[in-house]
């Protein structure tokens, strides 16, 4: 049998070995040898290849029972002692043994001496007695035959490679080439040695004992009688070693040791009692078909991580079992050649595993430290790791112990199990200080004995029923606790005080803070504490705000009543130092508030004319007086006339309201005696007890006269620098008390008395005189008169005067560049003052006086500057450090008064020659109101390029939070209205050059505080519309920034309400009080509303609305809520009532009331107002009216809208153009158009022309177009598209004036706008958008209009070429305007009635003084995408019709939807490429309907697509890409057919002719090659044009003219056939 004995080394032998020598293991089974390979050990056989083994087993005598390995017979190992007949010098045994143990000739002496070291030297071994045994001749060797059987079972037979290569099969006398042949297993039972005689050899040469033999040398036999087989039950079992280390394995090798009778079974087990070893197999069956086949089992150790001692042992157990009765399958041929291995009995053995684990606790640091803060808690914690180093069999406690109080551990009993010990575990320390107290140091101080550095000591312990982890020793870890101790004390507050304004307090802390982490407008309460907080101190709506780290303000809501020397206190744990280490919080602080340090006095303010009629009371009106503080102020009148009913009046009027007065006052005229001059003075005083008083002359006349006077403050202040406004208000003379008629116009005559204005007192607006700034000299006084007479009757007159006194303004010192920039040493760098101002424009020289001062020695720099607007610092002047330039500007007057500012800018040395940053000169102040915007202009000077980035220093918001575009530009857009209001920020502007140096330039923007505190009454709080003469009077209101002026509004509440779109009362004026306003009614259903987060539920109301301004422009609002009930009008009469009120406003130069009443009267023609007024079922009303000088019946509607044009248009004649006056009139004329069915023709010819002019006029005046009233615009716009305007008759007109109000609304709507802003609006009719930006970022830019309402959508985009193709000769810095609409009804209907599939596009651009840009002849087209109102087909599988060419010249005819096609066959045109055949297959697609790109020709008055394509369409959307920009729209075409061709061999059951009237179906042969499709579209190929077909086929059809697009459009929407 063969022998495999697996080896743990890798080995190239057959049979290889483990190192250990004694692998073979004996089974003592009675006295028989069971091993089934008997081994020569590797080092002296298999590693040098020298020896073969034949291991055949063996019946031995008992006496002679070896149970040896063949190592163990070399080494003389358990041999057992023989007679010997020589010396015993064969490793202790005799040679002669030797021989007797191997067949003869096997072994020699020769082979034992030279192999195995022996001295055989006079032994008889193998013949031998001195002289070698003979050797048989191979040629003379008898064969083998049969012979009786021997009596006795010889040994094995070892044969050396000394030895013939020819081994020898006793059994069959059969003979193995060892090298030539295949090794073939020999039976497993003992052959039997025959008498026959020895076999000769002749020998081959051999080159020593180790050499293999070469050539073979020949063997021959004698005849041997063949052997009977003795069967011999016996298992033979190897195993590779007994010692292993956990992880590894050793094999057990058992096989039979002879034919079994049935099945055998041996197992294989562990039989320990714990079992550790894991096997490949449990058990082998032996059959008697596979006996001899040896079976390997691996046995392996676990590689776990259980630490069980150095060592540990397990067995290896062997069982085996017999199946009943006999299997005849095998050698033997009948059962008694079997064997019965039931008898067998296998034993077990001992295999030792070494153990690789150790048991014990890691600790991933012996030290660690926590820190502490100021206050005592802590700063930085720490942790270590606790960890196993081999798996435990039970539970792992770890307990932690040894911290002091104040340090705590995240966990003090870790717990390790079986399934997580080699997972680490963290134990985290928090330390805080020795003490509870928080702070720990009393009063928030730095130091005290309670807060110190200490030291802390952890040990652990372990506890197990693990006997390797109980008790086992842990390593300590040290703890080392740490103060840190704050950089900076926290804040305290150094003074609260009220600003000069009195309507805010401004808290000063001592130190920089964190702003107790709050931004923006807060909560109050967010940092304060206490009573101060509440609203009845601080009022309704009052906020907080930081300004700077180091100031807040609180800003005062409604009706605040905090005094000079309440307390204000700020919480504790909330606001901390802004350092770098910081951990104390400021304690309770509680302070008294101060007086501020100039405070404001109030600005008495009396409203009256200077002269009453003879029927006229006298109306003393104090509402517009200043300097309340935001609160209740006490009014005092009085006057020097000793005149009892007078001064009985103003007793009763100064006592009411607790004692505080009322602020206005009349005195009935019955009280007042005519041509009597009455002298009359208010004393108004507020909180602060500081008051001031304002006297005036009241005359009585003794005739009726018109009433007049000068709103505002008298003497009114202003500079030379401000435009100012003169608003006088009038009203017709009473004639109640006397007996007389006067008409009701009036004229209005402006004069200025002292003569020293020499400008202009024209004015559009009769009682408003504008004058422009740079008129009104400084340190001068103006006097300005309004003459109000009747026109009929000149006589009937009245004055009123104003004084103005214009202020000297100071210089303003500039340092250009920014406040803080970067220089470097290695250059020159320049300081300039062409940054100061002198607001007054004298022409006094400037003088300049530099300085520079090293900020980190407070030493001047050691420069000479010179005294000139410009200096230069040469390069190396400064060397690396800070410095501080000062800059002092004065002028001097001929007077020798002296007007001068001062100003300092930082420059930063560094190193080199880093790019030099500026940015440009600031505003004063920015309004933080929605669409705030400021512009930031940056620039850099370096040799090399350069990039931008800006960044916002210490602030509460992100940069690229605000900015409009990307921060890594030049110049920039901000969005202020995302700043706090009242807060200064301070921006950065970086550049870096290529060579990674940077420089950068700083500004600080401050942005404006809004009005507050203040309030509006409405009153009557209810009343009828058309009648009730309503008040707005707004009270209380306080900025620092004077003087305030105020816009009245209303909002009727219906439906969404919308209080940004509110229509406005008036013009924006100085007064607080808007008298005798006309109103509409309110909604007769009940409707919810909310203000100020109050929530109502009312019918018929109203919501007024005042927004005041400062002198900056910055806003605040305030509403009140009001009823106007309807009033018993119909149409009919609601046109007179309106007619009689617009007469008379306009008559008496008051455009304001005029434009009420008009509003009023459209509100109540809407067809939701006529449902409230209960007219919705009246029948309308035939009147006639005059049109064009002839008679005509029209509804009362008609005429009613018609006479509102008219009115508005008369109105507008004698309007200021104002930002507010034009905002009522569009939305009066948006409310009159709303009902376009009850328009005249002449009305919407009015209608526009209106709209236009007004437009017009604010682009000439520069009036910025308010969002409300470009909503209105639009509106209007739309509602005149909806009107026939453009569907009869000649529309050049009105077409015209559509494009010019677009082009304007873009015009007004961009006043003032920064770069990179846009404006949106959209109503039915109208989508548009405004967009301003550098010329430089229109490229790739893409500007699309807004579709919130559902409209059709439409977007421009701008090649990357733009600039360079369209804008090359502008800078590229310009600001380019950017108008797109989308208008969707057509306006050139009547001039070419064509299918549109879309309404119009304008995309246009214009330049920086509103000019149009001509674009045309783009190298790069502009793309422009635009939604259609009807949808194309894009699946053309329905256009697709099939054929068959069978012959060329053949036509074959489809049926289209627009008309037949042919197509002629020819083969060759078509790629046929078979010999003889014309034969293929034609897929046609018919032409279909496909968008066409158009655009505007004004000169041929009609569509035209040159210089446009169609770039790609979806079913809804079409891309086309065009030259220049223009009025576009999405037309139809066809698209020219096209084919494809599919050919092979003439198919042997083509169909037989052209099909008709359906198309036979091509065949299904997949065509190859495949030519390329036709063109889809016009700009194809031309092709044949098919012969006309009548309808449905469309009349005109596509040009067969090869230009790039149709020449051709579909005339008319095509009918499907």
């Not at 605040?560 to 802004?578: H, K, R, W, Y």
């Not at 246009?1404 to 783009?1418: F, G, K, R, T």
Request: hydrophobic share 35%; with cysteine; glycine share 6%.
């Amino acid at each position: 049998s063969s022998t495999t004995n697996s080896s743990t080394t890798n080995s190239s032998t057959t049979n290889s070995s483990t190192t250990n020598s004694s692998a073979a293991r004996r089974l003592d089974l009675g006295g028989t040898v069971s091993a089934h390979a008997h081994y020569a050990d590797s080092a002296d056989l298999h590693s040098s290849e020298q020896a073969v083994m034949f291991a055949t087993p063996m019946k031995l005598p008992k006496s002679r029972t070896l149970g040896v390995s063949f190592s163990e017979l070399i080494s003389g190992r358990k041999l057992d002692d023989s007679s010997a007949g020589c010396p015993s010098t064969c490793n202790g045994r005799s040679c002669d043994q030797w021989e007797e143990l191997f067949p003869a000739g096997t072994m020699t002496c020769e082979l034992a001496e030279a192999s195995y070291g022996c001295d055989c030297s006079g032994c008889d071994c193998n013949g031998r007695d001195g002289t070698a045994a003979p050797v048989p001749s191979p040629s003379t060797a008898p064969v083998p035959g049969p012979t009786a059987q021997p009596t006795e079972t010889l040994v094995p037979t070892v044969f050396s490679t000394a030895m013939p290569t020819t081994l020898y099969n006793y059994k069959y006398k059969q003979c193995f080439d060892l090298y030539g042949a295949p090794y073939t297993a020999f039976p497993s039972f003992e052959p039997t040695r025959f008498d026959t005689p020895e076999p000769t050899m002749t020998p081959a040469p051999t080159s020593g004992p180790t050499a293999l033999p070469s050539p073979k040398p020949t063997l021959s036999f004698p005849p041997t009688p063949e052997p009977t087989a003795t069967k011999v039950a016996g298992v033979s079992i190897s195993i590779t070693t007994t010692a292993i280390e956990e992880g590894e394995s050793l094999s057990v090798t058992i096989v039979l040791d002879a034919e079994p009778k049935a099945a055998v079974t041996i197992s294989i087990s562990s039989g320990a009692a714990t079992s550790y070893l894991s096997f490949s197999e449990s058990a082998a069956t032996f059959t008697p078909s596979n006996f001899d086949t040896a079976v390997t089992f691996i046995a392996s150790a676990p590689n776990d991580d259980i630490d069980r001692g150095d060592y540990y042992v397990d067995q290896i157990v062997f069982t085996i079992s017999e199946e009943d009765g006999c299997d005849l399958t095998g050698d033997a041929v009948s059962c008694d050649q079997k064997v019965s291995y039931s008898d067998i009995s296998l034993g077990s053995t001992d295999v030792t595993i070494h153990d690789d684990d150790t048991a014990g606790v890691s600790i991933s640091t012996t030290s660690v430290s926590t820190t502490i803060d100021n206050y005592g808690d802590s700063l930085t914690t720490t942790s270590y790791a606790v960890v196993l180093t081999s798996e435990p069999v039970d539970d792992v406690h770890i307990s932690a112990s040894g911290l002091g109080d104040w340090t705590a551990p995240s966990s003090s009993d870790l717990v390790f199990t079986a399934s997580n010990w080699d997972s680490s575990k963290t134990i985290s320390l928090t330390s805080t200080a020795a003490s509870s107290n928080r702070p720990v140091c009393p009063n928030g101080g730095l130091y005290c004995t309670d807060l110190a550095d200490r030291t802390e000591t952890i040990s652990h312990t372990a506890d197990s029923s693990d006997s390797m982890y109980n008790g086992i020793t842990i390593d300590d870890v040290d703890l080392s606790v740490t103060v840190v101790y704050d950089t900076q004390l926290a804040p305290t507050i150094d003074e609260v005080k009220f600003s000069d304004a009195l309507n805010t307090l401004i808290v000063t802390l001592d130190s920089t803070s964190d702003k107790a982490g709050l931004s923006g407008a807060f909560d109050c309460d967010s940092l304060f504490t206490g009573d101060t907080v509440t609203d009845a101190y601080l009022g309704s709506g009052a906020y907080c705000a930081w300004v700077s780290s180091k100031k807040l303000t609180v800003t005062f809501g409604t009706g605040p009543t905090i005094l000079v020397g309440d307390v204000i206190t700020i919480a504790e744990t909330l606001l901390q130092s802004d350092g770098e280490v910081v951990s104390l919080f400021s304690t309770s602080q509680a302070l008294a508030v101060a007086m501020p340090d100039n405070p404001t006095y109030p600005v008495v303010v009396v409203t009256s004319p200077d002269t009453l009629g003879l029927c006229d009371s006298m109306i003393l009106d104090g509402s517009s007086t200043s300097g309340s503080g935001g609160r209740d102020m006490t009014y005092n009148f009085a006057s020097t006339e000793s005149v009892s009913n007078i001064s009985t009046v103003f007793a009763e009027s100064n006592s009411q309201n607790s004692g505080y007065g009322e602020f206005a006052v009349t005195v009935d005229n019955r009280d007042l005696v005519p041509n009597t001059n009455y002298p009359v003075t208010l004393t108004a005083c507020n909180f602060l007890g500081l008051c001031s008083s304002f006297s005036k002359d009241v005359k009585k006349s003794a005739n009726p006269v018109p009433l007049v006077w000068i709103t505002g403050a008298h003497p009114l202040y202003t500079t030379y620098a401000d435009d100012i406004s003169i608003r006088g208000e009038a009203s017709l003379p009473n004639l109640e008390c006397v007996d007389a008629t006067a008409s009701n116009n009036m004229d209005f005559i402006w004069s200025e008395v002292t003569g020293g204005y020499t400008g202009s007192l024209e004015t559009k607006a009769p009682r408003v005189l504008n004058i422009d700034k740079n008129q009104l000299l400084p340190k001068t006084t103006y006097k300005f008169q309004v003459l109000a007479r009747m026109t009929n009757e000149p006589t009937l007159n009245a004055t009123a005067v104003v004084t103005v006194i214009v202020e000297t303004q100071a210089v303003v010192a500039g340092i250009s560049g920014g406040a803080t920039s970067v220089a470097g040493t290695d250059s020159d760098f320049t300081m300039s003052a062409a940054a100061s101002v002198d607001p007054d424009s004298s022409t006094d020289a400037w003088e300049y006086e530099w300085s520079c001062t090293d900020t980190s020695t407070d030493t001047d720099c050691g420069l000479t500057l010179a005294a000139t607007e410009e200096i230069t610092v040469p390069a190396g002047g400064l060397s690396v450090g800070e410095y501080e330039f000062g800059l002092l500007v004065r002028k001097v007057d001929s007077a020798g008064n002296i007007r001068n500012d001062t100003t300092t800018a930082s420059v930063i040395m560094i190193a080199g020659d880093p790019p030099k940053v500026s940015i440009g000169t600031l505003d004063d102040k920015y309004n933080s109101a929605s669409g705030s915007f400021g512009a930031l202009v940056g620039s850099a000077s370096s040799s090399y390029d350069v990039s931008y980035a800006w960044s916002l220093i210490d602030a509460d918001v992100a940069i690229t939070s605000i900015l409009m575009s990307t921060e890594a530009r030049a110049s920039v857009t901000a969005q202020i209205e995302l700043l706090t209001a009242g807060a200064s920020y301070t921006f950065r502007l970086t550049a870096t050059d290529e060579q990674g140096s940077e420089g950068y330039s700083e500004v600080s923007l401050v942005v404006n505080d809004n009005p507050s505190s203040g309030t509006l009454a409405v009153s009557p709080q209810v009343g009828e519309t058309m009648k009730t003469a309503y008040s707005f009077v707004a009270l209380s209101w306080v900025d620092a920034d004077l003087p305030l002026t105020y816009k009245y509004s209303y909002t009727v509440v219906e439906g969404n309400l919308d209080l940004d779109s509110s229509t406005p009362l008036a013009d924006e004026q100085p007064s607080a009080t808007l008298a005798d306003a006309t109103l509409p009614m309110g909604s007769a259903e009940k409707l919810s509303y909310t203000l100020d987060g109050v929530t109502y539920y009312n019918n018929f109301t109203l919501i007024g609305q005042v927004k005041v301004f400062d002198s900056y422009r910055a806003s605040s609002t305030a509403y009140d809520d009001f009823q106007c009930v309807k009033a018993q009008l119909n149409a009919k009469q609601l046109r007179q009532t309106s007619k009689n009120l617009t007469s008379l406003a306009i008559a008496s130069g008051d455009p304001e009331g005029s434009l009420q009443a008009v509003g009023a009267t459209h509100h109540m023609m809407a067809d939701s107002s006529r449902r409230r007024l209960g007219a919705a079922e009246e029948e309308k009303i035939l009147e006639e009216f005059l049109v064009e000088g002839r008679r005509v019946l029209l509804t009362t509607e008609e005429i009613a809208r018609a006479e509102l044009i008219t009115t508005l248009e008369d109105t507008f004649a004698i309007s200021d153009i104002t930002e507010a006056s034009m905002e009522t009139i569009l939305s009066s004329l948006a409310g009159i158009l709303s009902v376009p069915s009850e328009l005249t023709s002449d009305a919407e010819t009015d209608g526009m022309d209106l709209a236009n002019e007004v437009l017009s006029e604010m682009v000439a005046e520069e009036t910025v177009l308010s969002s409300a009233a470009y909503s209105s615009a639009a509106e209007a716009l739309s509602y005149l598209l909806q009107s026939d305007l453009f569907d009869n008759g000649d529309t050049d007109g009105a077409v015209a004036n559509m494009g010019d109000a677009l082009a304007d609304m873009t015009a007004t709507v961009l006043i003032d706008a920064a770069n990179g802003v846009g404006y949106e609006v959209e109503s039915d009719n109208i989508a548009m958008h405004a967009f301003r930006h550098e010329a430089q970022y229109l490229d790739s830019l893409s500007v699309e209009t807004p579709t919130a309402d559902g409209s059709l959508s439409a977007e421009i985009m701008f090649p990357s070429t733009f600039y360079d193709d369209a804008l090359s000769s502008y800078g590229s810095d310009e600001s380019i305007n950017v108008q797109i609409v989308n208008i969707a009804d057509q306006v050139y209907t009547s001039h070419d009635a064509r299918d549109i599939s879309s309404g119009i596009v304008q995309a246009v651009i214009y330049d920086s003084s509103d000019s149009e840009i001509d674009v045309s002849a783009l190298s790069s087209p502009v793309s422009l995408t635009v939604e259609t109102n009807e949808a194309f087909e894009t699946d053309k599988s329905s256009w697709e019709r099939t054929g068959l060419c069978e012959t060329d010249g053949a036509v074959l005819t489809f049926d289209c939807a627009y008309g037949d096609r042919t197509h002629t066959c020819d083969s060759a045109a078509a790629g046929v490429t078979s010999i003889g055949s014309t034969t293929y297959w034609i897929t046609y697609v018919c032409p279909g309907i496909i968008p066409s790109c158009l655009w505007w020709d004004a000169t041929a008055d009609s569509w035209s697509g040159d210089g446009c394509s169609l770039a790609s369409y979806t079913s809804t959307s079409v891309t086309c890409e065009c030259s220049h920009l223009t009025d576009f729209s999405i037309g139809k075409n066809y698209s020219l057919p096209e084919w494809t061709t599919d050919f092979t061999h003439t198919p042997t059951s083509a169909p037989t002719g052209v099909p008709s009237p359906a198309p036979t179906p091509k065949p299904t042969a997949v065509p190859t090659p495949k030519p390329t499709p036709k063109p889809t579209y016009a700009e194809g190929s031309p092709t044949p044009k098919p012969t006309p077909k009548p309808t449905p086929k469309p009349t005109e059809e596509v040009s067969t003219a090869p230009t790039p697009k149709p020449t051709e459009e579909v005339s008319t929407a095509p009918t499907p056939k």
